[in-house]
């Protein structure tokens, strides 16, 4: 595993479309993965910050002002976390053996 991102709402706006990154996501809730389990961990190859602005919905508003794409291998999103519910990043190249985190790949 890797460093440990807290992020925060100035640290998403400031890198915005720039976050290309593998790991684990963490969220304040427990939300449902694809596999219809609830999880309130994520590994994904790639996630991507994007603002309200930059989302496909116009007019979209969220409290945060940006959310986390997850982007498989293919660069298909699998999954779309409103920063709100996002606690932490930690950096992984492959996702953990553990069954607590839903992998988006």
């Not at 961990?41 to 986390?68: N, Q, V, Y």
């Not at 982007?71 to 606690?87: S, T």
């Amino acid at each position: 595993m890797g460093d440990t991102i807290s992020i925060t709402r100035e640290w998403a706006e400031g890198r915005a479309g720039m976050f290309n990154e593998g790991g684990i996501v963490t969220t304040t809730d427990w939300i449902y993965a694809e596999d219809g389990q609830q999880r309130k961990a994520f590994f994904c190859h790639r996630w991507e910050i994007k603002t309200d602005a930059e989302m496909p919905i116009e007019g979209f508003r969220s409290s945060e002002r940006w959310s986390l794409f997850a982007i498989d291998v293919k660069g298909n999103v699998r999954m779309i976390i409103p920063g709100c519910k996002v606690i932490a990043f930690v950096s992984a190249k492959r996702a953990p053996k553990l069954g607590d985190v839903a992998a988006l790949t």
